[in-house]
């Protein structure tokens, strides 16, 4: 009885016979190098989308809800949004909701505003000096708005940091005038930088006295009074978030007089936060299943380029097995050979991906990155797919009939 070929033996005979057909052997490989590539860019730009969705959240402030007008019906309809969230809504979640801590109405709409012969489209929003604190932002230069400014509805302004560097020209603008709308208003602070939330650039806002902004720039409604883009709420701390919530929803239906569908919404970072996870999550899950189709062609790949391999080595199967090779060694070469073209495949197209997530990173927002586990499973992967679709040549090969293989030398 023949004896079992080493599989050291097996191993060195499949790297000689992929040497000597180089330009097929990478052939066969690009379908898996294109494959995990793919997945590797794909995942890792998925995964970047996550992260920059959470720390642009954390940009919200820290601990902080958002009540807005409307409910979820009337955002998905695209109608305008109710006036009916207003200023004395504001007032009664400060004064009767016990576990919060600070209160932020705000006005926002968008404004031409001007300095000298420049001008820009910016959002112009009118709050009040715990706006601050709520959305955890900070002072660059200057000072923020105060109680004597809600009080005097004084024309002030404080400018986000590159909004201040369109106008300015990153020049000192505190004491300056700027016009907003047809009025003049006086720069006494600059804001630090804070970012973009979801494309809306946080730095190019400007930022006026929540009075100011009703009696000069939006007036009142004519049937709720003061009315308010949003309110910004910060919990006394994280445990009291829920807490809250329910009680400023609460609060609400009882000023509303509300029987039925809420005419506004509360959320929170968290909410909002699960509801960007799923949506990347998903996102990113659809972007390694159109990988790992690549993946799987690629395989499909190695093993028709295998089926054709078997057919032109025929004679030295034949010979083989006439000088004794069983049909497992047979078997086992034909597994190696595909083995070596996925994973070398594998571990190429990986370096890459790789290179392609290091050039997102470096040239877009999206901090994009790969995980090592998920490098290894793509590897691991392609090995699989190499040993699954190179076990049919590898039979077809291993049931060869000696003699017939023979008649055609």
């Known amino acids: 009885m023949a004896n079992k070929v080493p ?30 590539a793919s997945v590797i860019t794909l995942l890792g730009v998925g995964k970047g989308a996550q992260k920059l969705a959470a720390s642009q959240l954390s940009n919200l402030g820290a601990n902080v809800l958002f009540v807005v007008p409307g409910n979820n019906n009337t955002r998905r309809r695209g109608v305008a949004f109710p006036k009916n969230l207003t200023l004395k809504d504001s007032s009664a979640i400060s004064n009767q909701v016990p576990s ?58 404080i400018l986000g940091s590159e909004m201040n560097n369109d106008l300015f020209n990153k020049n000192n603008s505190i004491g300056k005038r700027i016009r907003i709308k047809d009025q003049s208003f006086e720069v006494v602070g600059i804001m630090e930088p804070k970012g973009a939330v979801f494309g809306s650039n946080q730095d190019k806002n400007i930022y006026i006295p929540l009075s100011t902004m009703v009696n000069k720039i939006t007036g009142k409604d004519p049937t709720y009074g003061t009315s308010l883009s949003f309110i910004s709420i910060q919990a006394k701390n994280p445990e009291a978030i829920n807490a809250a919530k329910f009680q400023v929803t609460n609060l609400l239906r009882q000023r509303h007089k509300i029987t039925k569908d809420d005419d506004f919404a509360v959320r929170s970072q968290k909410d909002a936060l699960s509801i960007v996870s799923t949506i990347t999550g998903g996102l990113t899950l ?17 093993m028709n380029i ?46 890459i991906g790789l290179g392609s997530v290091k050039t997102v990173a470096l040239t877009t927002a999206l901090p994009a990155n790969i995980e090592l586990k998920v490098i290894l499973f793509t590897v691991s992967l392609s090995g699989s797919i190499g040993l699954v679709f190179g076990v049919l040549p590898a039979n077809r090969a291993a049931k060869l009939d000696p003699i017939v293989a023979l008649r055609s030398l």
């Not at 005979?13 to 294109?34: D, F, Y």
């Not at 659809?286 to 190695?302: E, Y």
């Open 7 to 36: 599989i050291k033996e097996l191993f060195l005979m499949s790297i000689k016979t992929l040497k000597a057909n180089k330009l097929r052997s990478s052939l066969t490989m690009l379908g898996i190098i294109i494959g995990n």
């Open 100 to 157: 919060i801590k600070k209160v932020a109405p705000q006005i926002s709409t968008s404004e031409v505003v001007q300095y000298k012969s420049k001008s820009f489209s910016s959002n112009v929003l009118g709050v009040t000096k715990e706006f601050l604190i709520v959305r955890s932002f900070d002072i660059a230069s200057g000072r923020f708005i105060t109680n004597k400014d809600i009080i005097s509805a004084k024309n002030i302004a």
């Open 286 to 302: 659809m972007l390694g299943a159109i990988g790992g189709i690549s993946l799987i062609v690629g395989g499909i790949g190695i």
């Open 306 to 351: 295998m089926l054709v391999s078997v057919s032109e080595r025929t004679e030295e199967i034949g010979l083989r097995k006439a000088l004794g090779a069983r049909d497992s060694d047979i078997l086992t070469q034909f597994l190696i050979e595909s083995l070596i073209l996925a994973v070398l495949g594998g571990v190429i197209g990986t370096f």
